[in-house]
C-alpha cells in the first residue's frame, strides 16, 4: 500500500518562498511519476506540476510562470515544490500524488493512483 505524506506547508507572507516535501513510502518510487495538485476553498483540484520516474521531464500549470519547481531525490524517495515569489492566490492546499501508470495526461488527477493527506500553504498580505 502506496502512503504518500507531505510537509513543509504553513503561513507566508507574500513574497516569500516555501519548499513542500512529500515522501512516498510502500512501493518502489521510481516506479511512479509525481505531481503536485492544490485545492483553495470552494474550487476544485488543479494541476500544478509533474515530474517523471527519472527527474528528466517536468511539467508545469501554464499560470506558473516560473515561480513553481518540481524536483526529486529517488535517494530519499521524496519529491519536492518550492514556491517562490508567492501571492495570496496561492493560498490552498497542496497535495501530492502518484502515477504508477505513467499517463500522458498528467493534469488530469483521475490518473493518479495514490494522493497524500494535503499540506495547507496560506499567503497573507
Known amino acids: 500500500q502506496v502512503q504518500l505524506v507531505e510537509s513543509g506547508g504553513g503561513l507566508v507572507q507574500a513574497g516569500g518562498s516555501l519548499r513542500l516535501s512529500c515522501q512516498l513510502s510502500g512501493r518502489t518510487f521510481t516506479d511512479y511519476a509525481m505531481g503536485w495538485f492544490r485545492q483553495a476553498p470552494g474550487k476544485e483540484r488543479e494541476f500544478v506540476a509533474y515530474i517523471d520516474w527519472s527527474g528528466a521531464y517536468t511539467a508545469y500549470t501554464d499560470s506558473a510562470n516560473g515561480r513553481f519547481t518540481i524536483s526529486r531525490d529517488n535517494a530519499k524517495n521524496s519529491v519536492y515544490l518550492r514556491i517562490n515569489n508567492l501571492k495570496t492566490e496561492d493560498t490552498a492546499v497542496y497535495f501530492c500524488?502518484?502515477?504508477?501508470?505513467?499517463?500522458?495526461?498528467?493534469?488530469?488527477?483521475?490518473?493518479?493512483?495514490?494522493w497524500g493527506q494535503g499540506t495547507q500553504v496560506t499567503v497573507s498580505s
Open positions: 500524488a502518484a502515477d504508477l501508470g505513467g499517463s500522458t495526461d498528467y493534469d488530469d488527477p483521475r490518473n493518479y493512483d495514490s
